[in-house]
């Protein structure tokens, strides 16, 4: 359970008391609570315009504490990184549709922190995207945010940090957890929820290659690849080493290894919701259960217009999937990554049938291409945009440091300057058209917003809402969205290394 506690600083004094010490009648927008004058400057340019609401004095309804910890992923392999409350994942937080929510975060690092409420449509004050312009929490401080949550259904909040070459920072620390904003109504009809969060630790550098041969439709634009092989060749030439890739010696589920940890304990004939989200700084992951199928029934929290039953769910990192499984072959099961390589590492968990007996098993699931299409509008075309923004990627491998630089239309994002790129239309319905001139998959995410795959490889699609999605590898994408949330609004692929190494953009609505 989460931890509720009283609003309270490492000093002691009260939130209310530090307020009136330091003279703060107004605050920034979505934004109470302060850890001394660093932080007050950091707010001044957001504006002062929201007054202190209720929820400024009084009790939290949550409170997370940044700070390092342990995580026994097995009895023989506990990692030590930087966690909320001490444990993986972060507590689950279940918020309410309508209902404000007042949330103390402690920093006991050394280092200004920041908490992303992903998938959130929050002002850029409270989002926790330091290119937009939310405070951080200082090193050692505390600070309240407060905010509306919404919308409804699975989201997460966890660090925007940059790491660079620091693996023991952002999305490679422990810093994550699942949020729940509790809907009217429930999509589908099922016994239970289960959520389970997919997690890598001990990340070291490589230069294996990951795959990127999962999604349909399978076509590919050779005006892209052929961009991509040029832009190879140019940093080969220029003597650049290949670029460096992620590896992990442990994987979790709900930070236990597969084999280690309870068991998920299921009935024949009952019908479980799962909520998956994918946590990683830099996977996109697979999962399956053998002899079972998952009905999609949302999408990074959106209920899909089509439900579709599918053999594998593909996450990219970021996103969420809540699919239903209907219990119907006993025995005892892996549910577990389609990879052999990363279900050794511990990426699986074990699902036992009531009076089930035996070791956990494992069957190689049929083939099948994840596509986001199988759950869209059948008959419904795409609303018409009233801009499109063209967003070509493409990359120098190795170029800094031994990291690959990525660019949105030539230009890497610069994260002295955080300058916006695209200025939106407020109220005005906006397409991106994503060119991916890279060898890569990237888990395109766009803050404060979401939007509609509308469509792939020229393929029309409607009614799929996402806020992360998968852009193919030399493939073209198209997203739609509203520009309905004032001020900045970032914009990356959500893989660490590659947001970390240019490939972000801001959006400037006015
Ligand atoms: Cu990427």
């Known amino acids: 359970m989460p931890e509720r506690r009283e609003a309270s600083s490492p000093t002691g004094i009260g939130l209310f008391d530090r307020r009136r010490l330091l003279g703060l009648a107004a605050t920034a927008t979505g934004f109470i609570g302060a850890a001394g004058p660093r932080a007050l400057a950091q707010m001044a ?69 920041l908490v992303h409420f992903h998938g959130e449509f929050l002002p850029a004050a409270a989002d926790g995207a330091a290119e937009e312009g939310s405070p951080y929490i200082p090193a050692h401080g505390m600070r309240r945010l407060v905010f509306m949550p919404r919308p409804t259904g699975f989201r997460f909040y966890h660090t925007h940090l940059p790491a660079y070459s620091d693996l023991s920072r952002g999305l490679y620390s422990g810093q994550a957890g699942p949020v729940y904003v509790e809907p009217r109504r429930e999509p589908g009809a099922y016994d239970r929820e289960v959520f389970l969060t997919l997690k890598e630790f001990a990340p070291y550098f490589t230069r294996t290659e990951m795959p990127d041969d999962f999604l349909a439709p399978e076509t590919v634009d050779p005006e892209l690849k052929e961009a991509s092989e040029k832009a190879e060749k140019a940093s080969a030439d220029a003597g650049n080493p290949q670029g460096y890739e992620l590896a992990y010696n442990f994987m979790s589920i709900n930070g236990r290894m597969l084999g280690h940890g309870e068991p998920i304990r299921v009935k024949a004939g009952e019908r479980v919701l799962f909520h998956v989200l994918n946590a990683s700084a830099s996977e996109n992951r697979s999962l399956a259960l053998p002899g079972h199928v998952f009905k999609v029934v949302a999408l990074d929290g959106n209920p899909v217009p089509h439900p579709a039953e599918v053999p594998v769910l593909w996450l990219g990192t970021a996103e969420r999937i809540s699919a239903i499984v209907e219990m119907n072959r006993p025995g005892v099961w892996v549910l577990g990554d389609t990879d052999n390589d990363d279900r050794a590492h511990g ?105 509609e795959i509308t469509s792939i490889m020229g393929q029309s699609t409607a009614g799929v809402i996402k806020d992360v999605a998968m852009l193919g590898a030399f493939q073209e994408m198209t997203v739609d969205f509203t520009a309905d949330q004032p001020g900045l609004s970032l914009f990356h692929c959500h893989m660490q290394p590659h947001m970390d190494f240019g490939f972000m953009a801001l959006f400037n609505c006015v």
């Open 45 to 113: 340019p957001m504006g002062a315009s929201h007054m202190a609401t209720a929820s400024s004095t009084g009790a939290a309804d949550y409170a997370l504490r940044i700070a390092r910890g342990l995580v026994e992923l097995g009895p023989d392999t506990i990692v030590s990184t930087t966690l909320y409350n001490g444990q993986f994942p972060g507590p689950l937080l279940r918020f309410t549709e309508g209902k404000q929510v007042a949330i103390d975060v402690h920093n006991d690092t050394d280092t200004p922190e």
């Open 347 to 451: 990426m699986g968990i074990v699902v036992e049938y009531a009076d089930a007996k035996g070791d956990p098993q494992w069957e190689k699931p049929p083939e099948f291409r994840w596509d986001y299409r199988l759950f869209a509008s059948s008959d419904a075309a795409a609303q018409k945009p009233d801009q499109t923004i063209v967003m070509t990627i493409s990359t120098r491998g190795g170029a800094l440091q031994g990291f690959d630089e990525f660019a949105i239309n030539g230009v890497p994002f610069s994260m002295a300057k955080m300058e916006p790129m695209f200025r939106l239309s407020r109220g005005r319905r906006h397409r991106l058209q994503l060119r991916n001139a890279t060898d890569d998959v990237h888990p395109i995410h766009l803050h404060r917003h979401s939007f």
